[in-house]
């Protein structure tokens, strides 16, 4: 499985911008997904997943009430819609993917929990 994120790019404070990560090869809905991201000179954190019926979700704090996560198990597509941006979003945003079958909310919410990620999609917010 490959995961190709993309839809990062420069936007104001305030604005809004949707990622995307769509998934090829030995596909499967069943995974669930997250995205994290990573600032210049910090670790990489989470941000959001989601389950494989997209009943479950979880976020990080910081983004809770601005970003939402959701998916099309049509397309294998996984969204990161990010409203309200502000400058300390700005990071490369990275999905992944958990093909392991236990899934629960700790290993939804940490880098350990997933076993395949994208290439990252750079997002930059100016003040």
């Known amino acids: 499985v490959q995961l190709q994120a993309s839809g990062g790019g420069l936007v104001q404070a305030g604005g809004s911008l949707r990622l995307s990560c769509a998934a090829s090869g030995r596909t499967s809905s069943n995974y669930a997904m997250g995205w994290f991201r990573q600032a210049p000179g910090k670790e990489r954190e989470f941000v959001a997943a989601i389950g494989w019926g997209a009943g479950s979700t979880y976020y990080a704090d910081s983004v809770k009430g601005r970003f939402t996560i959701s998916r099309d198990n049509a397309k294998y597509t996984v969204y990161l819609l990010m409203n309200s941006l502000k400058p300390e979003d700005t990071a490369v945003y990275y999905c992944?993917?958990?093909?392991?079958?236990?899934?629960?909310?700790?290993?939804?919410?940490?880098?350990?929990?997933?076993?395949?990620w994208g290439q990252g999609t750079l997002v930059t917010v100016s003040s």
């Open positions: 992944a993917a958990r093909v392991r079958p236990i899934v629960t909310r700790a290993t939804m919410m940490g880098t350990a929990g997933y076993d395949i």
